[in-house]
């Protein structure tokens, strides 16, 4: 049984980083949130040490080391992003693995650091990419790699997960805390194309404001267009029709790519892999944190050359502006 203390106890993503160290038969013996509201806990480890204050949580772990001769193995992180970069180098500092929500880091520049430090304490940094441990993204990966090698795929990805107006005065709504829509909500799938079709090429984005962002990404194997937004007007009719907030399609080839269902236990196969010695590292990470970070810092060029057909949808107001 491994030891794991957590921060970022209260956020969206924890419940399941929670049910990934129970269903791994593991102890978490210690939580940090600045905000309080974290009754799931019960669910999983009523009796885990919760903190608002990270010096406290800090001074805990100390204490559990001295008094108690507890090794803390992992730390996992489901902070915002903007701060896994603090919350990484203290768990490695701690003498523990780090288990990390994606994005890893907003900058490339950032990885090269955490390298370092990983070298500098003998610790490991893991990222979770779920989407790599998906049958259906498996399974692509495999027919991709048993296809024709110069072979590239036409590809559409399109993203709406619509939020409401709390999103904007969240952290999320903050470019230099989030990195802005793409980074936000679309990392993972920029890690799944990186790691199915191999090495960028070409980056192009043709729309980028504050509920949407559409490009187009060239890969060693596939020209993609894609599509990302938090818009509930942009949803398809028939997911509104049936009360949906969320609507994913791939096509390869003009082919949907099923992958629809299957996403509640990945963070459980990730932390088994991980557990395994399998995880997945600062390295792993460096294409699609290149992709966020080029998407965010580059003018949208307007709808020129390939862009993906929701793209000509009519823009809409910030509902702050």
Known sequence: MKNFALIGAAGYIAPRHLKAIKETDNNLVAALDNFDSVGIMDSYFPNTDFFVEFERFDRHLEKLKYDKGLTLDYVSICTPNYLHDAHIRMALRRGADAICEKPLVLNPWNIDALAHIEEETGRKINNILQLRVHPSII???????????????????????????????????????????????????????????????????????????????EFENARVRWFLSINFDLLPAEAKAKG??????????????????????????????????????????????????????????????????????????????
Do not use: C
């Open 139 to 217: 399974a692509l990966k495999e027919k991709i790699k048993n296809g024709p090698k110069d072979k590239k795929y036409e590809v559409d990805l399109t993203y709406l997960t619509s939020r409401g107006h709390w999103y904007y005065t969240s952290w999320k709504g903050d470019v230099s805390k989030s990195g802005g829509i793409a980074t936000n909500i679309g990392v993972h799938f920029y890690d799944m194309l990186s790691w199915i079709f191999g090495k960028v090429q070409q980056n192009v984005v043709h729309v980028h404001t504050h509920d949407r962002a559409a490009g187009y990404l």
């Open 244 to 321: 949906k907030s969320t609507y994913r399609s791939i096509t390869v080839e003009g082919e949907e790519l099923e992958f629809s269902e299957g996403f509640t236990d990945l963070h459980t196969i990730s932390y088994q892999e991980i557990l395994k010695g399998n995880g997945y590292g600062v390295e792993d990470a460096r294409q699609s944190i290149e992709i966020v970070h080029n998407i965010r810092n580059q003018q949208a060029v307007g709808l020129n050359g390939d862009y993906h057909p929701l793209a000509k949808e009519k823009l809409s107001s910030h509902p702050f502006h």
